[in-house]
């Protein structure tokens, strides 16, 4: 336990995160919630991309990632897996949170996916969160792809991918 504010246990940061997210990706994009989560740590944690296995075609942003790398914390965080789990309360009250507010689709989460509704964004938190895509554009590129360009399961997913979920056992 830290006595510093530390953004991935907070259900609030995390809303905010979701609708970075959303600002990101295209409107009629369907994840996953365990597919976003995983962004999610990432969009945190960016130098921790260094460990998952990118596709071929993206090893070029193994510059920018090196970058994030040299971005020290000034806590010190457990492993990947155990980080995680600790975040996984705080991301579904978030999720949860605006599927209450109506600004992610209800029957989307009953399937365990995450479908943002026509709800606009809240002016106070879009320009927030366009200005933090903007200032971190590299990161964002990259948190698109892992949404977009990955898929969530099995040999090849995001799970295997960045070993932050058990994949073993996925249907192929």
Do not use: C
Not at 8 to 17: M, Q, W
Not at 38 to 61: A, T, V
Not at 111 to 126: D, N, R
């Amino acid at each position: 336990m830290s006595l510093v504010y530390q953004e991935a246990f907070d259900a609030h940061h995390a809303i905010f995160r979701i609708f970075r997210l959303r600002l990101a990706l295209r409107h009629d994009l369907e994840l996953f919630v365990d597919h976003w989560r995983i962004i999610d740590f990432f969009m945190l944690f960016p130098g921790r991309l260094e460990r998952m296995r990118l596709k071929s075609e993206h090893r070029k942003f193994r510059k920018p990632i090196k970058e994030f790398t040299g971005r020290k914390r000034y806590e010190n965080q457990p492993d990947d897996v155990v980080l995680f789990r600790r975040m996984e309360i705080v991301q579904l009250a978030a999720v949860n949170t605006l599927v209450q507010a109506k600004f992610l689709s209800d029957d989307a989460l009953k399937k365990g996916q995450m479908h943002f509704s026509a709800a606009t964004v809240p002016e106070q938190i879009e320009v927030p969160a366009k200005s933090h895509n903007d200032q971190e554009a590299a990161l964002t590129e990259i948190l698109e792809l892992l949404a977009t360009d990955y898929v969530f399961s099995g040999k090849n997913g995001i799970k295997s991918r960045s070993g932050l979920l058990e994949h073993r056992y996925d249907a192929i």
